[in-house]
């Protein structure tokens, strides 16, 4: 009855679309982990006993607390309590992991077979994802953009309705003026905040703990924030906008704010990243080290005394040093996990470290580790890689939404000398534009740079890339507003 009750529970969560992203984002690192260790002879529920102190994997350390609590607690024997944690899972792809290894010892069938052959199933079904994770992102960013031109048009609309509502009258076409300030200060904000967030489920980040990039934010930005804040609301501030207009005071502060974090997170993905481009060639080197009878450790001090690891470098001299002073592979590892950020790095190196104090450092069982590290990466390589074209497309709806702000206030106060040639008209006209340019294009300046982060997330799976982003595109967009309103005044006065 209760194990009917756990599938109907879980065929309702399919049903339903549920799934624990997290959990199978874990699954190809800890399968790999599982299938290495039981080529060293050890069993899967040992396994998930070992994962119980590797923080590094939080959903698999719950599950492998789960089912020791179920076996040495409550009494379960551990296929049992494989079988029970398969049919209370809402993740299809671990539960089938479990299913499948506990048709086999049932069978009689090869464990190892099965572990070697659902191993590569898993890290197949990770490229696929990671291929429609991609896609999903295009459609994002093109979505996004869109919103913004259907947004842009109805601020062209009102823009050219308002001023003539009132010189029409009451009969004139409707007044949505009320609408302009609200739009390009809050509503493309709050739409630019939930598609970051959709991106945020779509595209993880290898990197992991990072939080010096945003502490480095947090004092500038804060300062600058309340300064700004200042100036706009309280009157004794208001001789700083006579001297500095409002979009460049914002352009300038934001930049600035940003420098110091975008320096700090510079410095930190050039080497995290390097490793990433280095452990699956590391990972190689110790395997064929290992073939030619060097020990685990003296071969893992041949693979990292090679150049051409890059900033990684650094740490590999002090992981040799380490294993010629005799410090434990153990401590070595976390060393390595305060040093670096990157997950697929860390968790590698965490199960090279397991496959070599629990097995030996078999080179065969290696080569495995290697073939599935350098898997990683290519999957990896390939979503940044069809994700960096669209790095371009944040810089172009930057210019189009400056230059039809620009465009748009210009020729409304250029409209009175041309055509009506009315008093009334004029300082209808003069008295919306004047209103409207300054915050109008601060709202766009501080837009532009709050899409840097959502840029930063989509190319490179983390916000704290979008600081520079950020940056870039706010002077993008500053200098749009100034090229652009020169043009079309000069535009005008050779129309006069």
């Not at 006993?49 to 923080?55: E, L, S």
């Not at 090869?110 to 590569?120: D, G, P």
């Not at 945003?214 to 804060?222: H, S």
Request: net charge neutral.
């Amino acid at each position: 009855m209760e194990e009917g009750e756990g599938f109907r529970a879980r065929l309702r969560a399919f049903i339903k679309g549920d799934s624990d992203p997290k959990l199978e984002a874990e699954l190809p690192f800890a399968s790999m982990m599982i299938t290495l260790m039981a080529a060293s002879g050890v069993t899967p529920y040992e396994s998930f006993k070992r994962m119980r102190r590797v923080d590094v994997l939080e959903k698999f350390r719950a599950e492998g607390d789960e089912i020791v609590r179920l076996v040495e607690v409550l009494g379960y024997d551990p296929l049992t309590a494989m079988e029970k944690r398969a049919e209370e899972t809402i993740s299809r792809p671990y539960a089938e992991f479990l299913e499948g290894y506990i048709s086999s010892v049932k069978s009689g069938a090869s464990v190892i077979n099965y572990l070697m052959s659902k191993l590569r199933s898993i890290f197949d079904e990770h490229a696929a994802k990671a291929r429609n994770a991609v896609e999903r992102l295009e459609t994002l960013v093109e979505t996004y953009m869109v919103m913004l031109i259907v947004i842009f048009c109805f601020y062209i609309l009102s823009s050219v309705t308002a001023p003539a509502t009132s010189i029409l009258g009451a009969s004139g076409l409707p007044d949505t003026s009320a609408l302009v300030y609200p739009l390009v200060l809050f509503v493309i904000p709050i739409f630019t905040f939930f598609f970051m967030y959709l991106a945020n489920t779509c595209r993880p980040s290898t990197l992991r703990g990072m939080r010096e990039p945003y502490l480095a934010f947090v004092v500038p930005g804060g300062v600058f924030a309340a300064f700004f804040a200042g100036v706009v609301l309280l009157p004794q501030l208001s001789f700083v906008t006579d001297i500095v207009d409002t979009p460049l005071l914002l352009t300038v502060g934001l930049v600035a704010t940003c420098v110091p974090p975008a320096v700090v997170y510079s410095r930190i993905a050039r080497k995290n990243f390097s490793a990433e481009r280095a452990m699956p060639s590391l990972i190689r080197d110790v395997t064929e080290a290992r073939r030619t009878g060097l020990s685990p450790e003296k071969s893992i001090v041949h693979a990292a005394d090679r150049r051409g690891y890059g900033p990684f470098t650094e740490d590999l001299r002090r992981i040799i040093n380490q294993i010629e002073w005799g410090v434990s592979l153990r401590k070595i590892f976390s060393d390595l996990k305060e040093l670096i950020k990157s997950w697929p790095v860390v968790i590698d190196f965490f199960i090279l470290v397991e496959t070599i104090e629990v097995g030996g450092g078999d080179a065969n069982t290696l080569g495995v580790l290697a073939e599935y590290s350098e898997k990683t990466q290519t999957v990896e390589k390939t979503t940044t890689d069809m994700l960096k074209p669209y790095i371009i497309l944040p810089f172009v709806w930057t210019v189009l939404m400056a230059f039809t702000v620009t465009f748009t206030i210009q020729t409304l106060a250029q409209i009175p000398s041309i055509a009506l040639g009315s008093v009334v008209a004029a300082d209808i006209l003069g008295r919306f534009v004047n209103t409207d340019v300054k915050i109008i294009e601060a709202g766009i300046v501080f837009h532009s740079w709050l899409s840097g982060f959502f840029i930063g997330k989509v190319s490179e799976g983390n916000f704290a890339s979008g600081f520079k982003y950020a940056a870039f595109l706010a002077i993008t967009a500053f200098i749009t507003l100034i090229l652009s309103g020169g043009l079309v005044v000069s535009f005008f006065r050779g129309m006069l």
